[in-house]
């Protein structure tokens, strides 16, 4: 894997084929130690090392640093570096020297996430390692444990005088907390109460990793860094926008016994999907800070009405993806035969809605959500589908020849592609060459790999950098988790009081079930075919 070494990060306006020459290089400053918990975890193997790496290769961490991995397993400092080095060979790194600096600052620490004994360890651990490497006790605890633990391992660390008051101190303590953040509102209340009980808000980073990916940033300077868009992002414009978030993937990697207590809605939209909402329907942030960007997708947050249990049944649909069959055999099993999935489970592996952002730029403008496992392509795209033109010149004649040669009635859109293939893509009518009067539908499109010869940092790296400089604009606030499970709550409990026993089933590697249709019965629009994404 061939690394550039520099990231180059800035704020100015480069114009059409002039090469940024800044060296500047957004770079953590302050010597620290990253205690990772549940370091023999997958997270931690194929996300936060490689991007630790990464970070480090582009020069973006500070001349001393050291990183100590803890979980259950016994295993030497030695044991771990290896452990690390030989997963990143698998995930395609080559010629990793283990002489690197990042592993030889790797250490471990054997230990349980909720043994007082363990954090005194750990502390131990610290201190050892930060005098022979001599760093100040700035600390980033990552935390990618099983959610119950979250909120222990943070009162573990305060008993065991592991975190600085923010207001007294000249040193640091910043704890990233990976998702789920509460299975629903009451629990996510809870889960607030109790971490901002020990740590101050500046000291908490709660993740979501669809933040960290730069064509979600994109959102936010496609918005407002330019002028035609913008005023078009409305209900004066805008006759529908569609967020679809697709995987081919399905139970892979033992995911089974994990998601089928979470679902679609959990796993995805509560916290993903309402990101990228809050991004496409935002007013202007005052600033691009923390706060002025947390408070306007707050405002996103507050304007969705609860729906009641009526409204559930006609504004979502959730179903599950059937066996994959060859000759009448199942060759693939569906999601009630996954593995660690209860047979007769009602968790939904798809989910469509519709919802309505009810404040005066959007009031009136359905947005569709659908996200779903084994779908046809792996895709995620928001769509901006604008208005028709107020008279169908184009429809007039009922003559084939004056017509669209499209059935549909054709409407511009915008999509915003975010993963893969990432780019734009703004669609209208066009008249072909020839003698008659007609319209066709032609793309204008940017591709990200086409315009700029640079690599895109994983969304990790870009996440772990800002911890490190402590910015949180890319990370959740306690109000926006509680707003945006506000929401999905009551959805989930009408549901969970429907009494359906059973989900409809949907076609492995296909569009989802067509029950999903039913949120435009009634209308002209139609879901974008994910095959065609
Ligand atoms: C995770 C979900 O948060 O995001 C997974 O738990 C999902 O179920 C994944 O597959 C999708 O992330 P990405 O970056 O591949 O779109």
């Known amino acids: 894997m061939s690394i550039p070494q520099t990231v180059r990060a800035t704020t100015q306006i480069l114009r059409k084929g002039e090469v940024d020459r800044t060296p500047t290089v957004i770079r953590a400053k302050d010597p620290m130690t990253i205690v990772i918990f549940g370091a023999s975890g997958d997270l931690s193997k194929r996300k936060l090392i490689p991007a630790l790496y990464n970070l480090h290769q582009n020069g973006c961490l500070p001349d001393k640093y050291a990183v100590i991995g803890l979980s259950r397993t016994p295993m030497s400092d030695e044991a771990y570096r290896q452990m690390s080095i ?28 909720d043994t007082p004994e363990s954090f005194q360890a750990l502390r131990k651990r610290l201190e050892e390692v930060e005098a022979k490497r001599g760093l100040p006790p700035n600390r980033l605890y990552y935390l990618s444990v099983a959610p119950h633990f979250f909120s222990i391992v943070v009162e573990q660390l305060m008993a065991a005088r592991l975190i600085h008051d923010p207001k007294v101190e000249n040193t640091w303590s910043r704890v990233i907390i990976e998702k789920p953040f509460g299975t629903d509102l009451e629990s996510a209340r809870a889960l607030n109460a109790a971490i901002t009980g020990v740590l101050d808000e500046s000291q908490i980073y709660r993740i979501d990793h669809y933040l960290g990916k730069e064509t979600v940033q994109n959102i936010i300077s496609f918005r407002f860094g330019n002028t035609i868009f913008e005023p078009t992002f409305n209900n004066k414009y805008v006759d529908n926008v569609q967020i679809t978030v697709s995987e081919t993937l399905g139970m892979e990697g033992k995911r089974g016994a994990y998601y089928d207590t979470a679902g679609a809605m959990r796993d995805m939209v509560q916290n993903h999907m309402f990101q990228v909402l809050c991004l496409t329907a935002m007013e202007p942030p005052a600033a691009l800070d923390s706060t002025s960007i947390r408070d306007e997708k707050v405002k996103v947050l507050r304007a969705l009405e609860p729906y009641n249990a009526d409204q559930v049944r006609h504004n979502t649909v959730r179903a599950q993806y059937g066996p994959k069959l060859k000759n009448g055999q199942t060759v693939e099993p569906g999601y009630l035969g996954a593995e660690g999935v209860d047979p007769e489970s009602t968790t939904e592996s798809f989910v469509a809605m ?67 293939d990432d780019g734009i893509s703004l669609s209208f009518g066009c008249k072909p060459p020839g003698m008659q009067m007609r319209l066709q539908q032609v793309d204008m499109d940017f591709l990200y790999k086409e315009a700029f010869d640079l690599r895109s940092p994983e969304a990790y790296e870009r996440l772990i950098l800002d911890a490190l400089r402590g910015d949180a604009s890319l990370f959740t606030r306690s109000d926006e988790v509680e707003y945006a499970w506000r929401f999905i709550g009551a959805i989930l ?5 429907s009494g359906d026993k059973k989900l409809p089933q949907y076609e492995p590697y296909g569009e989802g079930p067509l029950e999903a249709r039913k949120l435009m019965e009634g209308s002209h629009r139609r879901w974008r075919l994910i095959k065609d994404m």
């Open 493 to 497: 409990d009408g549901w969970k009081h």
């Open 354 to 420: 519709r919802l309505f952002v009810n404040n005066w730029r959007w009031a009136g403008v359905p947005f569709f959500l659908r996200h779903g496992k084994r779908l046809a392509k792996r895709v995620t795209e928001v769509a901006i589908q604008f208005k028709q033109p107020p008279m169908h010149l184009f429809k007039q004649n009922d003559s084939a020849e004056l017509c669209l040669l499209d059935d549909r009635p054709i409407q511009n859109q915008l999509v915003l592609r975010i993963q893969p």
């Open 86 to 113: 030989d997963f990143m060979k698998k995930e395609g790194y080559e010629d990793l020297d283990p002489n690197h600096y990042l592993f030889q600052a790797l250490h471990y620490c054997p230990g349980n996430n």
